[in-house]
């Protein structure tokens, strides 16, 4: 899959309470999580974000709680795709069982800025920023996280190994 | 090569003889959590699935501890899904007001988590589980659907942290202080997919509750899970608390740890994470410039028995600053009568404070003791994030409950022996 964005840009450590603030947290619907994404870290980021916009981040993205409604917020926020150097582990495993692409690289969180047009292609594994004319290579995932990810999350998995 | 504790509980999980880190493997799991925030979603995922019934009604947890008492119309929706649910399911294990507490402080009081276990929660904290020797760590939601689906969960088996703590504690010096000092060394994402194994002279010497608030703090450093050795001391617990089916394990001498990591905590003072990371930790005498609007003593880190007492002692014939907000949260029901047969909550109450049913309350910025713009709170709970305990312009410093205690006293951050 291929995702083509402009950059919003973020530094390190990232939290869930940042991208969706326990005071939201009375409701899991999407569109309304959707409202109040990464808000007490840019509060204007939901008025300013386009869908297939692309999110770029330091190490650790998503630290701290396990709210699935995190990558869930930023999913429904229009947001294609998030780049980090690193992901913490619930952040990471909610956004492969939910389908929320993710991809891991040093190299193209650090050079990529904010407003640059980028496109990550997944299947590669290669980030492309069109404003800079460069290419990163993202971090392979493991076969057995590509099942879960070309099974459209881990529900889906479930669901069809059941059948088999 | 030998194994660690976590890859021995892994691989006896995954019907195999061995596991090693890094390998994927798909694990029955004993307990399957959920609370009022997450539990939710894994419902509406689960109902999608079709299944008709959970794999094991005995399994499958359900708190609602995080906005209850229903804070709102929303959160009073969100519990009632649990509830329904529970009922349909006919749950063993699901706590309404009344029998409630704050999770990870019921379940091991309950007997519901024990040594060899391998429990799965739809909530961060779910690694508190480590202290009593059982392999246990957070994930969402749709892991949490899965799971009450097929009884399993996915996981890359982790690598271990050995961190080794020597020495005797100060007076005022417990679990979390340790813990703090820890994440304060490694960072944030420290022990990231790591399992942190806790040993040492001290560990042996420290007591459950502290255990529970150690390990309880591990995904703070980013790890998977923590873990401490069953022992003399989780004997006793386990015997007194009732866990059944459990098995003692034990690290192998010659297991592998890409990192050891020592300490010596004879010297160590009461430690205070300050905003906006637990990993920004500063000697509790760094700060006592520090003033604050709100003291709170309470959740799954600190809302023990031995942490009321231990805020107790110290308010003891004491007035907090009349500028104080003080909240005392006791975890779970049971500790809350244990704090009024003790006469616990008479000393908080006398000095000014409140004291509030179990909940996980203002620790996650949910209700009963929000900061407004500008204000500071000290608090025994886990997380310092920016809006975690209310405004995204508030400020929260973690300690130890006695160190939120004499702060509450002096209306600044204090060492417990100012008071």
């Known amino acids: 899959m291929k995702y083509k964005g402009r950059v919003h840009k973020f530094g390190k450590d990232v939290n869930t309470d940042e991208i969706i603030p326990a005071r939201y947290l009375n409701t899991s619907d999407p569109k309304e999580l959707a409202k109040h994404c990464m808000e007490d870290a840019d509060a204007r980021f939901a008025s300013k974000v386009k869908k297939g916009d692309i999110i770029v981040a330091g190490k650790n993205f998503g630290c701290g709680s396990s709210r699935e409604h995190a990558p869930m917020s930023i999913k429904a926020a229009g947001v294609s795709c998030v780049i980090a150097e690193s992901f913490a582990r619930i952040f990471f495993r909610n956004s492969i069982n939910i389908g929320l692409p993710i991809v891991e690289s040093k190299r193209a969180a650090r050079a990529i800025c904010a407003g640059d047009q980028v496109q990550v292609d997944t299947v590669k594994g290669v980030i492309t920023n069109f404003t800079t004319k460069k290419t990163f290579k993202a971090e392979p995932f493991p076969p057995f996280m590509q099942s879960l990810i070309k099974a459209g999350g881990l529900m889906n998995y479930i669901k069809k190994r059941k059948r088999r | ?419």
């Not at chain 2, 020597?166 to 994402?189: F, M, N, P, Y």
């Not at chain 2, 909550?345 to 900061?371: Q, W």
């Open chain 2, 1 to 419: 090569m030998g194994y660690t504790i976590t890859e021995k509980i892994l691989a006896e999980h995954s019907s195999r003889r061995y596991v090693r880190a890094g390998e994927f493997i798909e694990a029955n799991v004993d307990l399957a959590l959920g609370n009022d925030i997450t539990a939710p979603l894994a419902i509406k995922e689960f109902e999608r699935s079709g299944k008709k019934k959970v794999f094991d009604r005995n399994k499958v947890v359900l708190i609602p501890d995080h906005f209850a008492p229903n804070k709102d119309l929303k959160s009073a929706n969100q519990c009632k899904v649990l509830q329904n649910f529970a009922q349909k399911q006919r749950l063993k294990n699901y706590f309404e007001i009344g029998q409630m507490g704050v999770e990870h402080a019921l379940l091991p009081e309950k007997g519901l988590v024990g040594p060899g276990k391998l429990v799965i929660g739809a909530d961060s904290h779910t690694c508190t589980y480590g202290a009593l020797g059982a392999f246990s760590t957070g994930v969402g939601s749709t892991d949490l659907a899965a799971a009450m689906v097929t009884g399993k969960c996915w996981f890359r088996v982790p690598q271990s942290i050995k961190f080794i703590y020597h020495g005797k504690r100060g007076r005022w010096v417990g679990g979390k202080d340790l813990i703090l000092h820890t994440i304060g060394d490694i960072g944030v994402d420290g022990a990231l997919y790591k399992a942190m194994e806790l040993t040492g002279a001290a560990i042996r010497n420290l007591p459950m509750d502290d255990r529970l608030s150690m390990c309880n703090m591990a995904i703070e450093a980013g790890g998977k899970s923590g873990i401490i050795e069953p022992d003399a001391i989780t004997r006793a617990y386990v015997r007194k608390n009732g866990a059944s089916k459990i098995k003692y394990y034990k690290s192998d001498k010659d297991a592998v740890y890409p990192e050891i990591r020592e300490y010596d905590i004879s010297k160590l003072q009461p430690q205070v994470a300050c905003p906006h990371l637990p990993s920004n930790v500063k000697d509790v005498g760094k700060l006592s410039k520090v003033r604050i609007d709100q003291s709170v003593i309470g959740s799954c880190t600190n809302g023990r028995i031995s942490d009321l007492r231990i805020a107790a002692g110290v308010l003891r014939k004491k007035k907090i600053k009349s500028s104080v907000r003080l909240i005392v949260i006791p975890a779970t029901q049971k500790i809350y009568l244990q704090a009024v047969e003790e006469g616990l909550d008479e000393i908080f109450i006398k000095a000014g404070g409140v004291f509030e049913t179990p909940s996980c309350g203002p620790c996650l910025g949910g209700h009963m003791g929000i900061l407004a713009e500008g204000e500071v709170a000290i608090a025994t709970t886990n997380r310092n994030f920016v809006g975690r305990m209310g405004h995204p312009k508030s400020f929260v410093y973690l300690s130890n409950p006695a160190v939120a205690a004499a702060s509450a006293i002096k209306g600044r951050i204090a060492h417990p022996d100012e008071v």
